[in-house]
């Protein structure tokens, strides 16, 4: 049972662009929402993380966007760069769980110059 | 610091044959992790240590054996492996158990024939 939805499963953007990556969960006990950015080869890295006491949270050109009701979180990269591709997943954790990480499937993010 | 280190990077095993995959951090880090990826389903967990001594099962422990031989490291263990098995496998390290950041290692690259 996949508790975290993620989409679309492949983006190509333009340099300059907006990226947008979406996910949704089914899970209301899920209290902590990270974004993880893993390039080619590598394992992955803590991007950006949300707490769902706030609707967004932004870090540079990274934002992620939290709606609670809809269940609902994404990831905004504005003037996304070519350096910016990679893969992103999202992922939701419980307090108290060991901090699970359950990762959404992944989004492959193409950037071109 | 090295952060979290993985051996070997890439593996060929024959079906029925066994191996380890060595994951070691450098971070003091006392909860450690064992992920596998799989194309278009993210990560996911196949056990954890919350601390030196302590393993506990994650969402896919069938097939796998993991040990926490101190605090540095943390093995899995494959005892017969099968095809199905092939996978990136990653290790991570947080600080404690329930850590928001979890910090993960450059993957291991198991194909099972």
């Known amino acids: 049972q996949q508790q975290v939805k993620q989409s679309p499963q492949s983006l190509i953007v333009q340099k300059g662009g907006i990226s947008i990556i979406n996910c949704a969960y089914e899970?209301?006990?899920?209290?902590?929402f990270p974004w993880y950015q893993q390039f080619p080869g590598k394992g992955p890295a803590l991007l950006i993380a949300?707490?769902?006491?706030?609707s967004e949270k932004k870090e540079g050109r990274f934002t992620i966007s939290f709606n609670k009701s809809a269940k609902q979180f994404s990831l905004h990269i504005m003037d996304s760069q070519p350096g910016d591709s990679a893969t992103y997943f999202c992922?939701?954790?419980?307090?108290?769980?060991?901090?699970?990480?359950?990762f959404g499937s992944g989004t492959q993010l193409t950037v071109l110059p | 610091n090295a952060g979290v280190t993985q051996t070997p990077k890439f593996q060929v095993l024959k079906t029925g044959q066994s191996m380890t995959l060595q994951c070691a951090q450098d971070?003091?880090?006392?909860?450690m992790y064992w992920y596998r990826q799989d194309p278009g389903m993210g990560l996911r967990l196949i056990y954890y240590?919350?601390?030196?001594?302590?393993?506990d099962k994650g969402e896919v422990p069938n097939g796998y054996n993991v040990s926490r031989l101190n605090k540095r490291e943390f093995s899995l263990r494959l005892e017969s492996a099968a095809p199905s098995q092939t996978s990136v496998y990653f290790c991570?390290?947080?600080?404690?158990?329930?850590?928001?950041?979890?910090?993960f290692g450059p993957g291991t690259r198991l194909l099972v024939l």
């Open positions: 240590s919350a601390s030196e001594g302590t393993t």
């Open positions: 991570a390290s947080t600080l404690e158990l329930g850590g928001e950041t979890q910090y």
């Open positions: 992922a939701a954790s419980i307090l108290g769980s060991a901090r699970q990480l359950t």
């Open positions: 899970n209301t006990a899920f209290d902590y």
């Open positions: 971070m003091n880090h006392n909860s």
């Open positions: 949300i707490r769902p006491d706030v």
